[in-house]
């Protein structure tokens, strides 16, 4: 894993452009981590659950907490039926 500032891939693109590893991308002020870049053979490895989770994420607001965790439950059950 890598970790750099905005500075360094504003000097070296293919940090972003062609990551050969997981790279973090951090805030050069504060120091603390902003982005994540990874290489696009994982992503393909990982993108239903990236997918998955990024649906969430943008959905939490509709729910309130009780549904959330309603509905997080729900889909815990589902993925461990689909396991078997």
């Not at 940090?15 to 902003?34: L, M, W």
């Not at 053979?41 to 990982?46: A, H, I, P, T, W």
């Given at each position: 894993?890598?970790?750099?500032s905005?500075?360094?891939?504003?000097?070296?693109?293919?940090?972003i452009?062609?990551?050969?590893?997981?790279?973090?991308?951090?805030?050069?002020?504060?120091?603390?981590?902003?982005?994540?870049?990874?290489?696009?053979?994982?992503?393909?490895?990982?993108?239903?659950?990236i997918?998955d989770?990024?649906?969430?994420f943008?959905?939490?607001?509709?729910?309130?907490s009780?549904?959330?965790?309603?509905?997080?439950?729900?889909?815990?059950?589902?993925?461990?039926?689909n396991?078997?």
């Amino acid at each position: 894993m890598l970790t750099i500032s905005s500075s360094d891939f504003i000097r070296k693109p293919s940090y972003i452009t062609k990551p050969k590893e997981i790279t973090f991308v951090e805030d050069a002020k504060r120091h603390i981590t902003k982005s994540v870049v990874i290489p696009y053979e994982l992503y393909k490895r990982l993108q239903e659950k990236i997918e998955d989770e990024l649906y969430l994420f943008e959905n939490a607001t509709a729910l309130d907490s009780d549904a959330q965790a309603e509905f997080l439950e729900i889909e815990e059950s589902f993925a461990e039926d689909n396991a078997k």
